[in-house]
């Protein structure tokens, strides 16, 4: 459960698409374990969460500009923080429209490597594992007039978090940069 108050401005009269937005949030997360074959384990988690957004679209539709943020600081995830941005513009109509994106994510790492249950009853917690930091990069192209759509992603994964095998606890790889991808993609 999630109650969430956010204040909303609209500094351009007329222009809905731009907008500056902040607000927080109260969540509450419960959910059961399975400790053994027969029996769960109750757990409830709270956090607090904070956010802004920023959104700007001129009124030709040229430029789109976008920046959002989320930080919890208070409850099970405290210090995880998201934050986002995009800008855009419409070229012309033989060009399209080109975007680029930057998003990066410090977070706890998934409940699957950090809660156990045991045969009795009760839930075991890795608390060893650092937070994982996600950062992704993207440049993107649609022209819909040449039919084409071009995309290359870059990600950089800090403290990724994984099993070795079904038989030995998760861990955190320990290099500070230990995964890099490069995604490309084209359709036409």
Known sequence: MSNDVSLMQ???????????????????????????PNATTDVS??????????????RNQKWDLQARGDLYPWGENAGDYSVSGRLSRYLNETLGNVSLLAVNVNREPSY?????????????????????????????????????????NYYLYTNYTYFESFTKAPRTAACSTCCNWLLTSASM
């Open 112 to 152: 699957v490597y950090r809660f156990f249950g045991t045969p009795y009853e009760k839930t075991w917690t890795n608390v060893e594992l650092n937070k994982e930091n996600i950062t992704q990069i993207q440049f993107r192209a649609d022209n819909r007039k040449l039919k084409y759509n071009i995309t290359a």
């Open 10 to 36: 609209f500094p351009m009269r007329g222009n809905q698409a731009h907008f500056i937005r902040v607000g927080a949030a109260f969540e509450t997360i419960r959910g059961q374990f399975n400790t053994a």
């Open 45 to 58: 988690f709270n956090n607090l969460r904070v956010h802004g957004e920023y959104r700007n679209k001129t």
